[in-house]
């Protein structure tokens, strides 16, 4: 677990790719992030918003298994929350378009 402080997302974000390392983990974070972005999508086009707290309470466990049985560590949400909600739609993104590989 990191308490530095990180002047950017471009300094944290090695970081955070340091703490996702087993391909599983990734995996997970990959799944999670992609229900969540339906999840997203739904509330906006049904206008039901309480969906948004199910994005992101199914998005971050699905993570926090990786982290937890995978990782064996404590995730970044819990010291840098914000730029852990931007690592992981930067990591989804970089997988998706075949930068980030396992």
């Known amino acids: 677990m990191s308490r530095h ?3 950017s997302m471009q300094a ?3 970081f955070y790719l340091s703490q996702h390392r087993h391909p599983t983990c990734r995996r997970l974070h990959f799944i999670g992030t992609s229900i969540a972005a339906i999840l ?3 509330a906006v086009v049904t206008g039901h918003y309480g969906w948004l707290l199910v994005a992101l309470l199914q998005g971050y466990a699905w993570a926090w298994t990786g982290h937890a049985f995978f990782e064996h560590n404590q995730p970044a949400t819990f010291t840098h929350p ?3 909600f931007l ?3 930067r990591m989804w993104f970089e997988t998706l378009t075949g930068r980030l590989r396992d």
Request: proline share 7%; net charge neutral.
């Open 82 to 84: 914000l730029y852990s």
């Open 12 to 14: 944290f974000y090695p």
């Open 40 to 42: 997203i999508v739904v």
């Open 5 to 7: 402080r990180y002047a």
């Open 87 to 89: 690592g992981d739609w």
